[in-house]
């Protein structure tokens, strides 16, 4: 991750740390009983050992193992990281697991979607249950802490690990993260809120600065964070930085997360992103992952270190019993002290899916975004031939599981590669879909499931009714070089020269049909308007159902709901921001200078057509919007400090000041949910984005029904953070416009909210 530096943390941001009086959460101040309690009876040397990771996995690092060889099965007999046991207070230890997908690097479990395949459901239900199964996975294997949600935004269309999360809006991700922790947390496990924070792109993850501006953190970055805390989310990883490291930043820890946040949970580095003893005590850090300094050096910045600290005074003995407090309040509010299983990671263990396989399925089926669907040629009636043509419709001949971390692209892309991943307990290849779900419409199949052998494309898909053609583009963690590709992408092209296999089968087939399973946005202009491109589907990365989310799209078992999770350009140098992959010898600086216009917020701003814009998606049938009516108000100008509305100490900054209501028909003639979209327009004197979401919601209606939607606003959703009084505030100036919409830019209904 990357260093954050402050432009204009002022006093007021200070001064609200002080007291920090934290949420009124009865959870955690029960947890907090308990823990104190049991803290009472520990020594020093006891309390650091909370603090401190023991790693099983020496040789493990993320920063200093540049090309990974590491195989499968490398951790299967112990967790990604470990806390050791305290016997007199019966505390049997943590066991800490990646990923955030599903429990990785063992066996019987399932591979889920990706983070951002939940978030193109735009459906809080699915990304709620989810986070239920997981958990389940999570804690049938043993598992105390699993490692996920990730919430760090899309900033970046080429960012290596912006799968993992839930795509470039920070309402969007807000939910996404609020629902997958209440999930993963209701059955017992603690969820990880991560990475704190700024950790935007891979390259150089460990050696940047992130630098960003006061407003643009609070509006956008924080902004899941603070929504993981509303959730009671267990524990924060801090990312990787340089200089002003992000472990051991005052300001973001001790300032923003717990100060302006309330957080009442503990702080773990990330892997090997520890770089001092009293510093990343005293500025909030409060365990050290996976334990030692460098990998197998057997010292750590914590453990004995820290009790030595403590003894010279460079550390006050009551931050220490901070830190182990917070570990073992976690602990406590999940329950773990009752009955939790032990770890069981290995061979022979648990088998944990359960029936998750069906709502896998569900999920890749209302994640799966229809992007062009000319002349109604989806879904297929009875084809009676269809020509699968790719590579990224097939199997991996070696298996899902053939490449350590996923770290190569052959066969149907469910996930990218790193840390992020799991293993499939199988993986629906396309082609076995299709090829079973054809034999309903009696529909002939011809494959050619090479990239690179146009003329076989070809002579697949000459003379069949229609051709569905796979491409993919794949990306991961820094560290694993996937095809040239270091973690973040070069561009934004298709894998395999996918452009060409397109081009290639519309050149002879007038029914082409392109299908991408991707982790991120692809440039498509090549081929987009080619006459015989008569549909696109995005499949996301949907994890090991890949093959039957998708025909329940194709044949209309399905009625397409999907929404992009970001937006689509026409050229990759309309997006505001790029990855940085220039070479520093001290810091690379990574200037957020964009601000707050990142994704459609941009293109919006600049007045630049998107290919596809955020928010949008097709469906089989047609949704009309009428009847908007807005009641409530704001006081014009009134104004909440951060820790107000980040602690929640006034929860009504969290109520709804302002209903917004409308009525939502299907006029088609198939039953289908809709996702209609709430964006405000602030007043212009504060410069936000034109259109900036505030609501969504997932409306199920069969042909003719209608249903009156509501969506609640609160005075938070309605402030923007003004910079010189450190509050959040409510323009004096000007009134805040609401548009209700199919996407980000399919306007249909307008309004006002009166500011009194
Ligand atoms: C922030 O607002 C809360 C709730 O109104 C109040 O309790 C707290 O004292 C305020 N903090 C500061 C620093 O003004
Ligand atoms: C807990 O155990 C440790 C080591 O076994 C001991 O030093 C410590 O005094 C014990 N604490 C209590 C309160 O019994
Ligand atoms: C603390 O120690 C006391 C005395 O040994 C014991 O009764 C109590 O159960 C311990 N508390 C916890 C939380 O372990
Ligand atoms: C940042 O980290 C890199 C790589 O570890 C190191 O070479 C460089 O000296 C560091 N720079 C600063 C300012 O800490
Ligand atoms: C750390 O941050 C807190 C909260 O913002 C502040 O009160 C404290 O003075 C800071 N400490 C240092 C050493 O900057
Ligand atoms: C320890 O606590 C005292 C009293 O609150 C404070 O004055 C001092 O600065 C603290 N020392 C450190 C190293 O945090
Ligand atoms: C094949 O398709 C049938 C009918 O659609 C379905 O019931 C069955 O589960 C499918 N088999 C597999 C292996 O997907
Ligand atoms: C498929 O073919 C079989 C045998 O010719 C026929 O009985 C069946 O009705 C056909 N099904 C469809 C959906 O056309
Ligand atoms: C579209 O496909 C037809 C075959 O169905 C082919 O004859 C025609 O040349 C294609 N059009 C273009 C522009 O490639
Ligand atoms: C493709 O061409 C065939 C033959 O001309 C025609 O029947 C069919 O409707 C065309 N399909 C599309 C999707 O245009
Ligand atoms: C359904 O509603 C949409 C949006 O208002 C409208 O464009 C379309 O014509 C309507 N369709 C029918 C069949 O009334
Ligand atoms: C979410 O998805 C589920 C499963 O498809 C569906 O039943 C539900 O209507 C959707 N919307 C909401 C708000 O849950």
Request: a negative charge.
């Amino acid at each position: 991750m990357a260093r954050v530096s402050l432009f204009s943390l002022t006093f007021a941001t200070l001064l609200s740390f002080v007291g920090a009086q934290r949420a009124a959460s009865t959870e955690w101040d029960a947890a907090y009983v308990k823990a104190e309690a049991a803290i009472a009876n520990l020594s020093l040397s006891e309390k650091v050992i909370l603090t401190t990771g023991v790693s099983g996995n020496p040789l493990y690092s993320t920063l200093f193992m540049p090309i990974r060889t590491i195989g499968e099965g490398y951790f299967s007999s112990s967790c990604t990281g470990n806390i050791a046991s305290i016997g007199n207070i019966s505390f049997p230890g943590i066991c800490l697991q990646d990923s955030a997908l599903g429990v990785k690097s063992t066996q019987g479990n399932s591979a889920f979607p990706a983070g951002i395949t939940v978030a193109a459901t735009w459906n809080r239900t699915l990304m709620y249950l989810r986070g239920v199964a997981m958990g389940e996975e999570f804690r049938g294997k043993g598992v105390n802490v699993q490692l996920g949600p990730y919430m760090n935004l899309m900033r970046l269309p080429a960012s290596g690990r912006a799968w993992e999360g839930f795509g470039a809006d920070p309402y969007l991700s807000g939910e996404g993260a609020y629902q997958s922790v209440l999930g993963i947390q209701s059955r017992g496990v603690q969820a990880v809120a991560k990475h704190f924070i700024n950790n935007e792109q891979e390259r150089s993850r460990a050696s940047s600065s992130s630098n960003v501006d006061d407003r643009t953190e609070h509006e956008l970055y924080l902004h899941p964070f603070l929504r993981s805390m509303q959730a009671n989310v267990a524990a924060v990883m801090c990312s990787y930085i340089n200089n002003s490291y992000a472990c051991e930043n005052n300001a973001t820890l001790n300032g923003y997360l717990k100060g302006e946040l309330g957080f009442r949970g503990w702080v773990m580095s990330d892997w090997y992103a520890t770089h001092s003893t009293a510093d990343a005590a005293n500025h909030g850090l409060d365990v050290t992952m996976p334990g030692d300094v460098l990998p197998g050096s057997g010292i750590s910045w914590f453990g004995e270190t820290l009790a030595i600290a403590v003894d010279v005074g460079t550390v006050n003995q009551s931050r220490v019993d901070d830190m182990a407090t917070r570990i073992l309040a976690a602990w406590y509010l999940l329950g773990q002290d009752q009955d939790y299983p032990t770890p069981n990671l290995g061979s022979g263990g648990p088998d944990v899916q359960g029936d998750h396989a069906s709502l896998i399925r569900t999920i890749d089926a209302a994640g799966t975004v229809l992007l062009k669907n000319d002349k109604g040629v989806l879904p297929l009636t009875a084809p009676r031939s269809i020509a699968v043509i790719g590579n990224g419709a097939g199997s991996n001949p070696s298996g899902p599981n053939a490449c350590a971390d996923r770290s190569c692209d052959d066969g149907v892309l469910g996930m990218g590669w790193g840390s992020g991943t799991a293993n499939y307990p199988y993986l629906i290849a396309p082609i076995d879909a299709i090829t079973n779900r054809s034999q309903t419409t009696n529909t002939t199949v011809v494959p050619s499931l090479s990239d690179s052998d146009l003329n076989a494309a070809a002579t697949a898909g000459t003379g069949t009714d229609v051709a569905l053609v796979f491409i993919t583009a794949d990306s991961g963690e820094f560290g694993y070089i996937v095809e040239w590709t270091d973690g973040d992408r070069n561009n934004l092209n298709a894998w395999h020269n996918g452009d060409d296999l397109v081009q290639k089968v519309a050149s002879v087939n007038n029914n082409t049909i392109v299908i991408v399973n991707t982790v991120g946005p692809i440039i498509v202009d090549a081929w987009i308007d080619h006459p015989n491109v008569t549909g696109l589907i995005w499949s996301g990365l949907p994890g090991q159902e890949a093959g039957n989310g998708l025909i329940d799209v194709l044949w209309g078992d399905y009625n397409p709901s999907g929404r992009l999770p970001y937006t689509i350009a026409k050229n990759q140098s309309d997006y505001p921001a790029q990855v940085n992959f220039n070479i520093s010898l001290t810091t690379l600086q990574i200037p957020y200078s964009e601000g707050l216009f990142i994704d459609y917020r941009h293109f919006d701003q600049a007045n630049i057509e998107p290919r596809y814009e955020f928010g949008f998606g097709l469906s089989y049938t047609t949704f009309d919007y009428s009847g908007i009516s807005v009641s409530g108000s704001v006081t014009s100008g009134s104004n909440y400090n951060a820790t107000a509305v980040g602690a929640s100490l006034d929860a009504s900054l969290h109520e709804s000041a302002v209903s917004v209501t409308f009525t939502l028909q299907n006029n088609g003639t198939v039953a289908g949910h809709e996702i209609p979209q709430l964006y405000v327009t602030f007043p212009s004197s504060l410069n936000e984005p034109p259109y900036v979401l505030k609501g969504f919601d997932s409306v199920f209606l069969v042909p003719g029904q209608f249903e009156q939607v509501t969506f609640n606003l609160s005075p938070y959703d309605l402030s923007y953070w003004n910079v010189e009084t450190q509050m959040w505030e409510v323009s004096s100036a000007g009134e805040i416009g609401v548009t209700i919409g199919a996407s980000s830019r399919d306007h249909r209904l307008f309004g006002q909210i009166t500011l009194q």
